[in-house]
């Protein structure tokens, strides 16, 4: 990603959950499309390997991403290896044995005319903080998660 063009989003949400609740959620990439708008599908190939197909303000983009690390309980992170150049880093924070704190950081990079000018009237920012608060109702609606991988990915020497 060409940090000098690249975006970035920081939001954070307190979840009626237990941390490990919210965790094993997030785990369940298949699952976004219920609470990130946008997102039509993610495909888990394999423990590591997930493919994307959204749909924004009629811009419809596909990629694969790699997870470039999953500690349980604490941190998933994600990064684009083919096409919409953009990554991800759910960090997770225990706050009671009843609640957590969900901090979801997006770093893109705007590809077209449209996706600058949304860039710049915070349209990603909205759109990451809507997505929080959808993650909170529907983990607290239902009470737990519908899945949960409890591996541990670790990043490669040096960093991402």
């Known amino acids: 990603m060409d940090k000098s063009k690249a975006s970035k989003v920081v939001a954070s949400i307190d979840v ?3 941390v490990t609740t919210a965790y094993n959620q997030w785990t369940q990439f298949e699952e976004f499309s219920y609470f990130m ?3 039509e599908s993610v495909v888990q190939l394999d423990d590591a390997t997930l493919e994307w197909r959204t749909s924004i303000g009629g811009v419809k983009r596909e990629w694969t991403a790699r997870i470039t690390e999953q500690t349980p309980d604490k941190r998933i992170a994600w990064a684009n290896i083919d096409g919409a150049m953009n990554a991800s880093d759910v960090i997770l924070h225990r706050l009671s044995d009843d609640t957590c704190r969900v901090t979801l950081q997006l770093d893109y990079e705007p590809e077209s005319v449209v996706e600058n000018v949304g860039d710049l009237l915070g349209v990603v920012s909205r759109r990451v903080k809507g997505d929080l608060q959808r993650f909170k109702d529907f983990i607290e609606a239902r009470g737990y998660e519908t899945g949960a991988y409890r591996g541990e990915i ?4 040096g960093g991402r």
């Open 16 to 18: 009626n959950a237990p």
């Open 154 to 157: 670790r990043p490669p020497l």
């Open 37 to 39: 708008e946008g997102v």
